[in-house]
């Protein structure tokens, strides 16, 4: 197989207000290690080393959760780390990301991952990665990954695609996308996850920098304006110019702005293990448990207490007769909830940041 010019464009930012209080502003869920030991964003850029040496790792952030990327990888060149100019959502990012990718080499693969999912099965992941690497390659398409829905859920997007045109490119079947849909209601959702036509988003991409910018031209001509002053900015140099140009791109994702629009986007099945770690409840399936299915991190002493949820590290904690809790002590700030409302934990950010007394504690 031919050796290609891989980047992967890690997505660095990110607030991460779900996993308050272990999760602040200053460190997001992407800098916690509560998948594995290390913290995610680490074990992002580990997984696809075999495939993108480091130096061909572009990690993108605000200037802010920048400093922390460089900490944790002080070995990594200075051109491996793109400031935003500001937050403004995945759109602007991605622009941004593969314009300077598009101006070193326009035929240069980018692999967009987000630094805040877990992948279980390395080995395949990466044989999908590569095939999805081919994909982009050998044709003018975008390409992303379908998750295979295990419940109804609504908080995701879903792909649908057509089964009876999928073609095999190097080991892995691309079916063409037929549309993108965003979070349904509980009825869809129900719907989409009975059939076979429907996949999760998983929110990874991959696209040759120049059929990105072919695509963008003709299917999002609305952002061609915001495309040409990032490519004239980065030519030019200056912060000012670049943060110019950034603000004239539109505050939406990516699947928004561009991917709805696309025309001729495969997807290939992600079968590989994949959670985007949404919430506190999310680790109860990646954590051990016990036979009540308690999964805690720290010292645990439980008297008839049934699928909750501890993360106390270094300290003792009882759990006796409660049941589906979610119990986080980050030393300075204890969250307690149910886990079927750990969603609302991003409320308690809000309530915070409007009180003056607790500002400290986002």
């Not at 939406?252 to 994949?274: H, N, P, Q, R, T």
Request: glycine share 8%.
């Amino acid at each position: 197989m031919k050796r290609r010019d891989v980047r992967a464009v890690v997505l660095a930012g990110g607030r991460g207000t779900r996993f308050w209080p272990l999760g602040r502003e200053a460190r997001p869920k992407q800098f916690l290690s509560i998948t594995g030991p290390d913290p995610m964003l680490l074990e992002t850029v580990r997984r696809v080393r075999p495939l993108v040496p480091p130096r061909k790792v572009v990690l993108v952030a605000d200037a802010g959760q920048t400093r922390q990327a460089r900490k944790l990888f002080p070995k990594l060149p200075p051109g491996c780390f793109l400031v935003e100019p500001e937050a403004r959502n995945t759109a602007p990012a991605l622009m941004l990301a593969t314009a300077r990718v598009w101006l070193e080499n326009p035929e240069a693969i980018v692999a967009v991952l987000p630094a805040d999912h877990l992948i279980r099965d390395r080995a395949k992941f990466l044989a999908r990665l590569r095939a999805g690497v081919e994909a982009a390659a050998r044709e003018k398409v975008l390409v992303t990954f379908g998750i295979p829905p295990t419940y109804p859920a609504t908080g995701f997007g879903y792909i649908r695609m057509n089964r009876a045109a999928g073609r095999r490119i190097a080991g892995a079947v691309f079916y063409p996308v037929r549309g993108f849909k965003e979070k349904p209601d509980l009825a869809l959702a129900t719907q989409y996850a009975a059939s076979l036509d429907h996949a999760w988003n998983s929110g990874m991409f991959l696209w040759r920098a120049g059929v990105f910018a072919e695509t963008l031209g003709r299917c999002a001509p609305g952002l061609q304006p915001a495309w040409d002053a990032i490519v004239a900015a980065l030519r030019a140099g200056g912060a000012a110019r670049l943060k110019a140009a950034f603000r004239l791109a539109p505050a939406l994702s990516i699947d928004y702005a561009l991917m709805e629009k696309a025309d001729g986007v495969l997807v290939a099945d992600g079968d590989f293990g994949w959670s985007d770690v949404g919430a506190w409840s999310a680790l109860a399936t990646i954590w051990p448990k016990d036979a009540a299915g308690n999964a805690c991190r720290g010292d645990t002493v439980v008297i008839d207490a049934k699928d909750c949820l501890v993360w106390n590290p270094g300290r003792l904690t009882a759990l006796v007769g409660v049941r589906n809790l979610v119990v986080v002590n980050a030393g300075e700030a204890l969250l307690v909830c149910d886990a079927a409302s750990d969603q609302k934990v991003k409320d308690v950010v809000e309530a915070l940041r409007k009180s003056p007394k607790h500002k400290d504690q986002i």
